[in-house]
T-cell receptor
Framework: GAVVSQHPSRVICKSGTSVKIECRSL??????MFWYRQFPKQSLMLMAT?????????EQGVEKDKFLINHASLTLSTLTVTSAHPEDSSFYIC??????????????FGPGTRLTVL | AQKITQTQPGMFVQEKEAVTLDCTYD???????LFWYKQPSSGEMIFLIY??????QNATEGRYSLNFQKARKSANLVISASQLGDSAMYFC?????????????FGQGTELSVKP
């Protein structure tokens, strides 16, 4: 299957700082990438849908100014957690669709980034 | 609105036996896709199997098969000959391919433990 990478895999930061997480599709072009958040022992919660060259579409309840998403190329999307606080500590996972459309498109997930805000 | 339900928070199975993980869904759309992912303790989401709503045959991928019952709106995952490495969280997900950017809606997950 296709490979999606995330960087960093783990980050610890102080409260009030900003953290950037990168999501890359390594061997395919992804017009659409997705960002999820997952708390321990819970399901994945979709935060936003990121389309190359356009503004991200955020899910209800997700703060746009808090979680900045940029999808500057067909292989890279970034999530920046601005002014992070302890409640932002979570596991963040990105995924990428292999092509622009079609019912059989599979989403491939990155390995996730564990964010801890002190 | 689309909804995915996994009613088994945890399941145990003996090594080498088969196990079925339940998944039911709710949608008013005629065209949709159903997925199963495995999430080991390391956290990565591993794609296991896909079933399209118009597929007449149940999907199979090695030891994984999907028991698709469209009228009942269920898409249960069957793992045959369980192995210790199958211990993980399993998530069922649904996608409307033509709306909302093709985003996935996930169920609550089932934690599978394989006993030696």
């Amino acid at each position: 299957g296709a490979v999606v990478s995330q960087h960093p895999s783990r980050v610890i930061c102080k409260s009030g700082t900003s953290v950037k997480i990168e999501c890359r599709s390594l061997d395919f072009q992804a017009t659409t990438m997705f960002w999820y958040r997952q708390f321990p022992k819970q399901s994945l919660m979709l935060m936003a849908t990121s389309n190359e060259g356009s503004k991200a579409t955020y899910e209800q309840g997700v703060e746009k100014d808090k979680f900045l998403i940029n999808h500057a190329s067909l292989t890279l999307s970034t999530l920046t957690v601005t002014s992070a606080h302890p409640e932002d500590s979570s596991f963040y996972i990105c995924s990428a669709r292999e092509s622009a459309g079609g019912p059989t498109d599979t989403q491939y997930f990155g390995p996730g980034t564990r964010l801890t805000v002190l | 609105a689309q909804k995915i339900t996994q009613t088994q928070p945890g399941m145990f199975v003996q090594e080498k036996e088969a196990v079925t993980l339940d998944c039911t869904y709710d949608t008013s759309d005629q065209s949709y896709g159903l997925f199963w992912y495995k999430q080991p303790s390391s956290g990565e989401m591993i794609f296991l199997i896909y079933q399209g709503s118009y597929d007449e045959q149940n999907a199979t991928e090695g030891r994984y098969s999907l028991n698709f019952q469209k009228a009942r709106k269920s898409a249960n995952l069957v793992i045959s000959a369980s192995q210790l490495g199958d211990s993980a969280m399993y998530f069922c997900a649904m996608r409307d391919p033509y709306n909302q950017g093709g985003k996935l809606i996930f169920g609550q997950g089932t934690e599978l433990s394989v006993k030696p």
